[in-house]
DNA sequence: CTGAAAGCGCTTACAG
DNA sequence: CTGAAAGCGCTTACAG
């Protein structure tokens, strides 16, 4: 393969010219220039990113370390990463976090050693580890302890939301399942704001709010135990729609039919792929934007070197689908 | 950030022992290797994947091309492709093919510019490019013209079986929908399988078969003319799970019952991730398994530069769901 | 078994 | 505006 001394060489310039035009470097004589991107056309010149790397100390790579891409929410997301950063010329190295234990300090030794230039993570984890490997990161849904910075939507006002659309769609007996993890995180807000709206009309609510880790069965045995105790539920908010969709077959299995017995809601909107749609109620977080931001808020704190917080919300709106009755 | 001179020092040897313990060199003193490691531990040191990139032209990184990962059953095989990577100690750079039509030139020239050992690749266009780029690659359900290696499921005995469980369910007036690639795949043979099962058992079929490209709304057209022709139809084959989900919830808007009046089965056994379940009755594909093998195929190419072209089919299985009737 | 040295393919001061 | 040269952090013959 050609080498960029070949390049100079065809074109007849000095080595540190070429690399002047590649990169587009300000007072090259236009002559020149041409010359040299002649050459490359010739040889049909690529220019090695690692040498590159070697010197700048960067890669133009960004990982994204998610608990598992087999998630159609982290899937959804992930595409409009790697799109972004396809757009600025960053590549995505694809971490999945959740496969093995030792899997951060595996991830964090690879980031040293490749010189990733950032990290976007969407973790319930402690995120320290990464913050302190010096890296330039943000992250999805986190709260604001030591200064990360992240991206999530309005998950209060998307509680108040699900619990509205219950009311309007006739449930006189919420309820609400979903797990919080001991790391605070801006999810939490969900389970706030619908509790809060809720006590504002002056209803009551069923609640199963588990603490992680927590297995299905545990999930499927206290959703039962919940409704023994309060047969008369007849709407539920599922904190996401992973969650509603196994609600959703654990309701099916004892016959309760949804959604005339039970209306449900989700949070989350997600999609089998881009022009498909479930056809669940949910409460969708706007994910392109949500992506972009992050993005971008990587890269500006990547090339200009800021590191303060910076916290993006995004506005939440309600599908309709059929889990819940019409109107 | 401590280097290799370090260590060396650190150590009292020279640059080139600290390289021969970390690459596991044969003939090494064990006291010599003791010293480095130490050193290594005190100073806290991790190679710079770059430098050794620069010299030995590889980056320990496999691209994998698709679609789009925005899909349950990409997202399921990316999360295995990436595991059984990581075990090898190979990383995953994430390439969505159908973000922009130049996106194949882009990622080709990525590839060159990065040293990325190789290619997993789902694609039903051409592969010709990324083969001539002389980069290992195998790819997923493609035919074999042009020595290309791939592994893929048992299409034909799939097409078989979802017409067997068809008629098992007591389905008596059979159909098919699905698209097809100009490009020979191993995929048609669903289709084959199907038919083929069918007039051995003496029955006729619908069908719908659409050579790509093909909207979302072309082929909910395409079903209801064949629904409004044969409207005596109680159960569809699907060519896969998505293509299922977009019937049931098209079907649904005209209000006919799945699976009382029409029972569909789907292809591939997609799930919302590690442990849910659609509940749709399907063809599963062993996807871990067929991750392995590709990671396996894939990494033989590159460390023993094989290129004979290798074909894995691996068997399917009925997974019942409810868009079938209980037997 | 291990040093000393060349070189991978770039970038970037430093002269001029 | 552009050459010539040093150097990024490794690996790998080549001696010894």
Redesign the interface.
């Known amino acids: 393969?050609a080498t960029m001394k070949d390049v100079a060489r065809e074109a007849g310039v000095a080595l540190g010219s070429v690399s002047r035009v590649i990169n587009h470097a300000p007072g090259v004589k236009q002559k020149t220039i041409d010359k040299v991107n002649a050459a490359i056309k010739k040889l049909n010149y690529?220019?090695?990113?690692?040498?590159r790397?070697?010197k700048v100390k960067s890669?133009k790579t960004v990982a994204?370390i998610l608990p598992?891409?087999?998630?159609?929410f982290?899937?959804?997301f992930?595409?409009y990463v790697?799109?972004y950063l396809?757009e600025k010329n960053y590549?995505?190295?694809?971490?999945?976090y959740s496969?093995?234990p030792k899997a951060e300090q595996?991830y964090i030794?690879?980031a040293?050693?490749?010189?990733i230039d950032a990290i976007i993570c969407i973790t319930y984890d402690d995120l320290d580890k990464y913050f302190y490997a010096g890296i330039p990161l943000v992250s999805i849904d986190r709260y604001f302890e030591q200064k990360i910075s992240y991206v999530t939507s309005e998950n209060y006002e998307g509680g108040r939301l699900a619990a509205e659309e219950l009311l309007k769609h006739g449930v006189k007996h919420p309820a609400f399942i979903g797990t919080y993890n001991h790391n605070p995180s801006d999810v939490m807000k969900r389970h706030k704001g619908f509790a809060e709206y809720l006590s504002e009309q002056g209803y009551e609510f069923a609640d199963v709010y588990l603490l992680e880790p927590v297995t299905?069965e545990e999930e499927e045995t206290e959703l039962f135990k919940l409704l023994d105790k309060n047969p008369e539920v007849d709407g539920i908010f599922c904190n996401t729609d992973?969650l509603l969709?196994?609600v959703k077959?654990w309701l099916?299995q004892r016959e309760i039919s949804v959604p005339e017995q039970i209306q449900l809601i989700g949070y989350d909107g997600i999609k089998?792929?881009?022009?498909?749609?479930?056809?669940i109620s949910t409460i969708r977080q706007p994910l392109p934007e949500m992506a972009k931001c992050a993005v971008e808020m990587v890269i500006e704190k990547v090339e200009q070197h800021r590191d303060e917080q910076r916290i993006e919300r995004f506005p939440v709106s309600y599908i309709e689908g059929?889990t819940t009755k019409n109107i």
């Open positions: 393969m690529v220019p090695d990113e690692y040498a790397g070697l890669s994204l598992s891409i087999w998630n159609l982290f899937a959804e992930a595409y790697e799109k396809a590549k995505l190295l694809l971490c999945n496969n093995n595996h030794k690879m040293k050693q490749n010189k299905k992973s969709l196994d077959n099916a089998p792929d881009f022009n498909s749609e479930l056809g059929n």
